[in-house]
């Protein structure tokens, strides 16, 4: 085997696994917004990514093409009907690039907190630990922190805590602005 074929095995393998960690980040994140609407905390849902089929393949799979802009990663509401939106990225690395969040998703992310929702980036760095990012934070980052991507170090006080079903519990602190609950009969 050539070192050209050697290297884009080892690329391959590296990209496969970053998709498995990235798809096990988001079901840890599917779990907790499950948590959160049995709880009526928040009703919270992954944005699906505007496509269009263009050839069925049968079995449930098809050939599609991106018909939209990205938008947010994952949208809804916490009880009282403040407006939730945020991305979801995951690194394996021990820094997260700002240019993780692409131009059309940050602009989605800063209506959404000039409108008064809540905007955030969950950052995960190898699925060990969790942080919530507030936009006005992550959109000035080189205000902040000095260069344009973060270390765990650097978002320390914005750790996320891992509930007891092994959920990051990304609304916590969240739930106490919200509008008090009426009772519904």
Not at 10 to 32: D, H, L, N, P, W
Request: proline letters at 4%.
């Amino acid at each position: 085997m050539t070192n050209r074929e050697q290297e884009a095995l080892r690329r391959s393998y590296r990209g496969k696994v970053s998709r498995c960690q990235g798809a096990f980040f988001e079901q840890m994140i599917s779990a907790a917004c499950n948590l959160y609407r049995e709880r009526q905390i928040a009703d919270i849902e992954k944005t699906p990514e505007p496509m269009q089929p263009t050839k069925d393949l049968g079995g449930g799979k098809f050939i599609a093409h991106y018909t939209g802009k990205g938008q947010a990663d994952y949208k809804g509401f916490l009880w009282g009907g403040r407006a939730v939106n945020f991305e979801a990225k995951y690194t394996d690395s021990g820094k997260m690039m700002q240019d993780r969040v692409t131009k059309d998703q940050a602009e989605r992310l800063e209506r959404a907190q000039q409108y008064g929702g809540v905007a955030f980036v969950l950052c995960s760095f190898g699925s060990v630990a969790f942080y919530r990012i507030p936009w006005v934070v992550w959109r000035d980052m080189k205000g902040n922190f000095g260069r344009k991507y973060i270390m765990p170090a650097d978002v320390e006080q914005y750790r996320v805590k891992i509930g007891a079903p092994g959920v990051p519990l990304f609304l916590e602190g969240l739930e106490a602005q919200s509008v008090e609950r009426e009772e519904y009969s």
